[in-house]
Structure formats: C-alpha cells, structure tokens
Nanobody, 123 residues
Framework: VQLQASGGGLVQAGGCLRL?????????????MGWFRQAPGRERRFVAA????????YYADSVKGRFTISRDNRKNTVYLQMNSLKPEDTAVYYC?????????????????WGQGTQVTVSS
C-alpha cells in the first residue's frame, strides 16, 4: 500500500483544515487507517484511527471532540477533519495503514506510512 497525504497548511487558531490520505491498491477496505503527528523535537504520536469499514474510531484525548476521522473506501481515501485548531496542534501529520493485529493507537503496529503533511496553527 502506498499512501499520499495532503491538505496541510497554515491556519489561525480556531480555524479548521481537512487532511486527506489517498491509498493505492484494491483492498483498501481491509486496512485499518491511522493518523499520527510529530512536532519538532518530539516523538510521533497517535491522533486518530479507524477500522476498515469505518464503523469504529479512536482518538487521542487531546483531539477528542475537535477532530474526526472518516474514510471513503470507493475513493481509497481517509480524511482527518480538524476543527477548533490550537497552536499545540502544529506538527507534521502522517497517515498510516495496517491490516494486522494490535492496538490501533500504537505506531509500531502500522506497516505503511505516507510522507507527512505540515500543519501550522498560529496564535
């Protein structure tokens, strides 16, 4: 699976962005998808994840109620809608895919990664 993330940019605090992650392959629905982010000098951290069908979603406490993960399996694309953005949301955002077992919140359980897209939130 090859992943291509897009949609990052510069936004003011309180604003919103929608990230997209397009995947190659014809078995996209078999993959759980996740979003992670990495701020300068910090480790890559879990943001959100969803099951292959999209009926189960998981969020980091820091983004609950503000971010929404969704997917369109007909388009092989997963989205991250980010509302009420804060300066502390500034990071490079990565999408990731997995079809194995283990916690969806653990980045080590993802086999495929996109290249990352920069999100900068100004105060």
């Amino acid at each position: 699976v090859q992943l291509q993330a897009s949609g990052g940019g510069l936004v003011q605090a309180g604003g919103c962005l929608r990230l997209s992650c397009a995947a190659s392959g014809r078995t996209f629905g078999n993959y759980n998808m996740g979003w992670f982010r990495q701020a300068p000098g910090r480790e890559r951290r879990f943001v959100a994840a969803g099951s292959g069908s999209g009926d189960r979603t998981y969020y980091a406490d820091s983004v609950k109620g503000r971010f929404t993960i969704s997917r369109d399996n007909r388009k092989n694309t997963v989205y991250l809608q980010m509302n009420s953005l804060k300066p502390e949301d500034t990071a490079v955002y990565y999408c990731a895919a997995r079809n194995g077992l283990g916690l969806l919140t653990n980045r080590d359980n993802y086999a495929y990664w996109g290249q990352g897209t920069q999100v900068t939130v100004s105060s």
